[in-house]
């Protein structure tokens, strides 16, 4: 039995591959496209497990995710590629750039919480993937806010899914390591 179409994460992989071209994953020489297959890789792996959810929204804009904040594909390009509901699963998990930095993460999780319960699992794989080892350059301020950051995704997403929202949680725990 097929939980999410080949052809679908063929086709966003492909445009995420082209619109990320380029870029690395912060403080690595690794191309940004790891970064994105980890989502969905974290994303997958919960799908398989989690039965109900729209596996090809879910996969679809984990992929995407960060097309429209770090690349020049706008809204209607996405939209006329992969539909409505992918353009705006990816919208909401958008950072408003306009707001103030501390603003914009509680926007986006007002916006995230709008949508399915597929763009929350996307978060919630989002940051799984980035509470590994922090860039050097992070001051343990910025580590704190960050580890501060997945408690709150984890607050607001949780129900999402239990296997992502256990993992997130683990991960956050065992971040402590990279704190004074």
């Known amino acids: 039995m097929r939980i999410w179409s080949q052809e679908r994460y063929r086709q966003a992989a492909h445009v ?3 619109a990320h071209q380029g870029q690395l994953v912060p403080g690595t020489t690794l191309p940004y496209l790891l970064h994105l ?9 919960a799908l ?10 879910a996969v679809q ?3 995407l995710h ?11 390009e996405l939209q006329a590629s992969f539909g409505p509901a992918v353009a705006a699963g990816v919208a909401a998990l958008t950072k408003d750039s306009s707001l103030d930095k501390a603003q914009q993460m509680p926007d ?9 319960p597929e763009i929350w699992m996307v978060k919630l794989a989002d940051r799984i993937t980035n509470m590994h080892a922090p860039p050097a350059t992070w001051s343990q301020a910025k580590r704190r806010q960050y580890r501060d950051e997945a408690e709150t995704i984890h ?4 129900t999402a899914s239990p296997l992502l929202a256990e993992r997130l949680q683990q991960l956050t725990r065992q971040y402590a390591r990279y704190l004074d």
């Open 16 to 18: 995420a591959a082209e």
């Open 37 to 45: 297959t980890n989502v969905a890789m974290e994303l997958m792996t």
């Open 48 to 57: 398989a497990l989690e039965a109900g959810h729209d596996a090809d929204l």
């Open 61 to 63: 804009c984990a992929l």
């Open 66 to 76: 960060d097309l429209l904040e770090d690349t020049a594909t706008t809204y209607a």
């Open 108 to 116: 986006s999780l007002r916006r995230i919480q709008q949508q399915p």
């Open 155 to 158: 607050a607001a997403l949780h």
